[in-house]
């Protein structure tokens, strides 16, 4: 079993910055790529970024390209998401997740809070 613990998340106001971090942990598991979701009120869960385990790929959401950047440790199996320029519109429950293969995201963070003011 895989645990996956966000931390970082808080309240910004609109242009500020706030970096996501993403502990992964368990017994003797693999990584093909972890991601970032994010979930506001009324609204379906949507995908944000990802990086590829081996490599570095990433890839964004077009609404934060530019914006948002994904990095890995992973001596630490741990993801970022380095939030800049935030806007009211990023706010949302914001969920890591990870992929053993490259099938579906397997395991799924508790989510942190990220709350933009206008």
């Known amino acids: 079993q895989v645990q996956l613990v966000e931390s970082g998340g808080g309240l910004v106001q609109a242009g500020g910055s706030l970096r996501l971090s993403c502990a992964a942990s368990?017994?003797?598991?693999?990584?093909?790529?972890m991601g970032w979701f994010r979930q506001a009120p009324g609204k379906e869960r949507e995908f944000v970024a990802a990086?590829?385990?081996?490599?570095?790929?990433?890839d964004y959401a077009e609404s934060v390209r530019g914006r948002f950047t994904i990095s890995r440790d992973i001596a630490k199996n741990t993801v970022y998401l380095q939030m800049n320029s935030l806007k009211p519109e990023d706010t949302a429950v914001y969920y890591c997740?990870?992929?053993?293969?490259?099938?579906?995201?397997?395991?799924w963070g508790q989510g942190t809070q990220v709350t933009v003011s206008s």
């Open positions: 997740a990870l992929r053993p293969s490259p099938s579906d995201y397997a395991y």
């Open positions: 368990g017994r003797a598991f693999s990584v093909y790529n």
């Open positions: 990086i590829r385990w081996s490599g570095g790929y990433t």
